[in-house]
């Protein structure tokens, strides 16, 4: 199968701007596009046949599900039940944008594959004008996790998805960098009070300051089938091992100094002001004064270690304030909850 990328700026002057993809789409195949977030690789959520395709050129795990996307919030009631008051004033606050919100699915509706084992749908709409775009020209339900293999970095570039996907899907929209890097929160409606199964750009402090409380998810090994993306599989990870490390550049620096010990070739991710020149590479994601940045620039630095020879990779960690949250979420899974551990 060939690839083909087409630039949003080639894309959006042809006369019918949507025409190659919806009609890819309608034909029940897979078409990469941007998000605000990172890549997505959609499919038509109604469609069974469809929606398997993403999961085999993903090589993603059966009974991880995906996220619905749609071009407006009233579409919300064409799957969903039960929608309360909170979700609303949720829309109205952060839609378009990165919140995921868990309804009880409308039975019918999704394709089974969406969403296997449970009787739950995350959906959301996305601010990005190429997906909405598309979305609207489309008129259809998006099913679309990341654009990337299985358990890589997403990708928030569509080079990133072009090194993934190439040959296993027909079309990728290039829209250039995406803007906040890591994936949606995904919000838990049918539980009281609401649940943060997945932390991301729209952090807690922000949802709590339009519904009040919400509890958060806790981390573990899930016996049963996920209610969201993110929680059961291991994700997000380079090629080299990943270990978190404090953001204190002597700690970094002696890390770095007792890998060269053992022979070992260093890659370092952190923020600019830690440049520790000593590392073989040193991948400045930002100021530390910025978790935004960082965690725009996160899945990028990961997949630039993919290009090193790096043995090992060091990853400095960020507080738990704000997107801190979702960066240390990716971050410890990407590393399997693996730290350095000194050898002093």
């Not at 981390?219 to 270990?243: F, I, N, Q, S």
């Not at 935004?292 to 790096?310: F, G, I, P």
Request: with cysteine.
């Amino acid at each position: 199968m060939e690839t083909i990328v087409v630039s949003v700026d080639n894309f959006l002057d042809k006369e019918n701007n949507y025409e190659q993809a919806v009609d890819i789409l309608e034909k029940g195949d897979v078409v990469a596009f941007p998000t605000e977030t990172v890549y997505g690789l959609g499919a038509l959520a109604t469609d069974e046949a469809a929606v398997d395709k993403i999961f085999k050129a993903k090589g993603r795990p059966s009974d991880n599900p995906l996220i619905v996307h749609i071009g407006t919030p009233d579409e919300v009631n064409y799957y969903a039940v039960n929608v309360p008051a909170t979700a609303q004033a949720l829309m109205d606050a952060f839609w378009p944008g990165p919140l995921t919100l868990v309804f009880e699915r409308i039975p019918g509706t999704i394709a089974q594959n969406v969403t296997p084992g449970v009787s739950t749908v995350g959906i959301r709409m996305p601010n990005h004008p190429v997906a909405l775009g598309l979305l609207r020209a489309l008129k259809k339900p998006l099913a679309a996790p990341s654009a990337n293999r299985s358990g890589k970095p997403s990708p928030t570039e569509a080079m990133h998805v072009k090194n993934d996907l190439d040959g296993r899907i027909p079309f990728i929209i290039d829209g250039g960098q995406t803007g906040v890097g890591l994936e949606s929160t995904v919000l838990d409606m049918t539980t009281e009070p609401p649940t943060i199964l997945r932390p991301g750009g729209i952090t807690t402090e922000m949802i709590e300051r339009v519904i009040g409380s919400v509890e958060v998810a806790s981390e573990g090994v899930l016996e049963e089938a996920p209610r969201a993306p993110g929680m059961k599989y291991t994700h997000y990870a380079p090629d080299a091992p990943l270990l978190i490390i404090e953001a204190n550049r002597a700690k970094i620096a002696q890390a770095v100094e007792e890998l060269h010990q053992q022979n070992k070739q260093v890659a370092v991710v952190g923020p600019t002001e830690l440049n520790v020149e000593t590392a073989n590479w040193y991948f400045a994601i930002g100021s530390s004064e910025n978790k935004e940045e960082m965690a725009t620039n996160l899945y990028k630095a990961l997949r630039q270690c993919d290009r090193t020879n790096a043995d090992v990779i060091l990853a400095a960690e960020l507080d738990l304030e704000g997107v801190g949250t979702a960066f240390m979420n990716r971050l410890v899974k990407a590393a399997d909850g693996k730290r350095y551990k000194s050898l002093s």
